[in-house]
């Protein structure tokens, strides 16, 4: 691994021009350092959010560890920051999750001055019931939850930063001077410069909801050029593609940004938004036979418990009947069927 030290300058922003360009180039070119630089991207970030807690030895120490963990003895990263983080538990867990997701790339046919070009596209997809953080070309973060794919292109990394989501995604964005970052969810478009939101744009939802807990946020829309609406921390905007209409409110963001950490909370949650997430959540089958169900509502709070435990809470919370049925059917999903009492 002769390049380590130019890709370690890469993912800490140290490096630039021809000599950015040359290391692009061998990554790309190596199914090995593409690994190296997918690990050290996960490991960076987590540098990056704990240095505060490390001294000038300690950060010395890390940068050897992480060099020996991703390098011959093949180590996993994880190994190499548990000696020197007390919260080595978290970020393991963290760091897991990036097992999650698969990758694809695809080549789609774009129209520029002197005629038609490929650009490479690559694309992030979390399945169902599973969740995933994804340290983006600029060092963004993106959390993505169940069944979500986000997708960026090959030059990415420059003036324009554009990644296109179908699902959900809460965002930790990098701020660089003249390079905006924008997340494109159907003809939505959203623009930042640096800050943290969540969005929700799942394909078969009519509604997109996007979170502002800080910094800017500027809603436009592909169709309509007058159409344009600048975020304040703390409010939810809940754009409905059918009838093309905004609704903005305040809210408590950690309600809508907590599942990245592994938990999802609600307060007085209408039981139908419930049954929804519920079933991207645990990746089930919910069948409600009596639509009453839906004049019910839910608070709590949900972390590691089985759907089992939670609809039996629910049941018994909400006044309804929640059985379970198993289809012994290769792959079949499990099923609640959601009755009054």
Same mark, same amino acid.
Request: glycine content about 4%; some cysteine.
């Given at each position: !691994?002769?390049?380590?030290?130019?890709?370690? %300058?890469? $993912? &800490?922003?140290?490096?630039?021009?021809?000599?950015?360009?040359?290391?692009?180039?061998?990554? /790309?070119?190596?199914?090995? #350092?593409?690994?190296?630089?997918?690990?050290?991207?996960?490991?960076?970030?987590?540098?990056?959010?704990?240095?505060?807690?490390?001294?000038?030895?300690?950060?010395?120490?890390?940068?050897?560890?992480? %060099?020996?963990?991703?390098?011959?003895?093949?180590?996993?990263?994880?190994?190499?920051?548990?000696?020197?983080?007390? @919260?080595?538990?978290?970020?393991?867990?963290?760091?897991?999750?990036? &097992?999650?997701? @698969?990758?694809?790339?695809?080549?789609?046919?774009?129209? #520029?001055?002197?005629? +038609?070009?490929?650009?490479?596209?690559?694309? $992030?997809?979390?399945?169902?019931?599973?969740?995933?953080? $994804?340290?983006?070309?600029?060092?963004?973060?993106?959390?993505? /939850?169940?069944?979500?794919?986000?997708?960026?292109?090959?030059?990415?990394?420059?003036?324009?930063?554009?990644?296109?989501?179908? *699902?959900?995604?809460?965002?930790?964005?990098?701020?660089?001077?003249?390079?905006?970052?924008?997340?494109?969810?159907?003809?939505? !478009?959203?623009? $930042?410069? *640096? &800050?943290?939101?969540?969005?929700?744009?799942?394909?078969?939802?009519?509604?997109?909801?996007?979170?502002?807990?800080?910094?800017?946020?500027?809603?436009?829309?592909?169709?309509?050029?007058?159409?344009?609406?600048?975020?304040?921390? *703390?409010?939810?905007?809940? @754009?409905? +593609?059918?009838?093309?209409?905004?609704?903005?409110?305040?809210?408590?963001?950690?309600?809508?940004?907590?599942? %990245? #950490? *592994?938990?999802?909370?609600?307060?007085?949650?209408?039981?139908?938004?419930?049954?929804?997430?519920?079933?991207?959540?645990?990746?089930?089958?919910?069948?409600?036979?009596?639509?009453?169900?839906?004049?019910?509502?839910?608070?709590?709070?949900?972390?590691?418990?089985?759907?089992?435990?939670?609809?039996?809470?629910?049941?018994?919370?909400?006044?309804?009947?929640? %059985?379970?049925?198993?289809?012994?059917?290769?792959?079949?999903?499990?099923?609640?069927?959601?009755?009054?009492?």
């Amino acid at each position: !691994m002769e390049n380590f030290e130019d890709i370690l %300058k890469l $993912v &800490t922003g140290n490096l630039a021009g021809e000599e950015k360009e040359k290391t692009l180039s061998e990554i /790309n070119a190596r199914k090995e #350092d593409r690994e190296i630089f997918r690990k050290m991207k996960i490991a960076w970030a987590m540098v990056s959010s704990c240095s505060k807690h490390l001294s000038d030895y300690d950060e010395e120490n890390l940068y050897l560890k992480i %060099k020996k963990g991703i390098s011959g003895e093949k180590r996993n990263v994880v190994v190499a920051l548990h000696s020197v983080f007390k @919260y080595a538990a978290f970020i393991t867990i963290v760091i897991s999750l990036t &097992t999650i997701y @698969y990758i694809h790339e695809q080549h789609w046919q774009v129209e #520029d001055i002197d005629g +038609t070009k490929e650009v490479l596209y690559t694309t $992030v997809v979390t399945g169902e019931a599973q969740r995933s953080m $994804v340290v983006l070309p600029d060092s963004s973060i993106a959390w993505l /939850n169940s069944g979500t794919a986000l997708s960026y292109s090959n030059n990415f990394s420059g003036e324009n930063r554009k990644v296109l989501l179908n *699902g959900q995604a809460f965002f930790q964005v990098t701020h660089r001077n003249n390079s905006i970052f924008s997340v494109q969810a159907k003809d939505l !478009m959203i623009t $930042v410069r *640096g &800050t943290q939101f969540d969005v929700e744009a799942y394909p078969e939802d009519k509604d997109i909801d996007v979170v502002l807990e800080s910094g800017k946020v500027e809603l436009t829309h592909q169709g309509f050029n007058t159409f344009s609406y600048n975020m304040q921390p *703390g409010e939810k905007v809940t @754009y409905n +593609t059918s009838i093309n209409s905004l609704n903005v409110n305040r809210v408590d963001t950690l309600i809508y940004s907590s599942w %990245k #950490d *592994g938990k999802l909370i609600f307060h007085n949650e209408p039981m139908k938004n419930v049954i929804e997430k519920l079933k991207k959540w645990y990746g089930i089958d919910i069948e409600v036979i009596d639509t009453e169900v839906y004049n019910s509502i839910f608070s709590g709070t949900i972390r590691n418990e089985s759907y089992e435990e939670i609809f039996r809470l629910i049941g018994a919370v909400c006044h309804i009947n929640c %059985k379970l049925t198993h289809n012994y059917e290769k792959e079949a999903k499990p099923k609640i069927i959601i009755s009054n009492k």
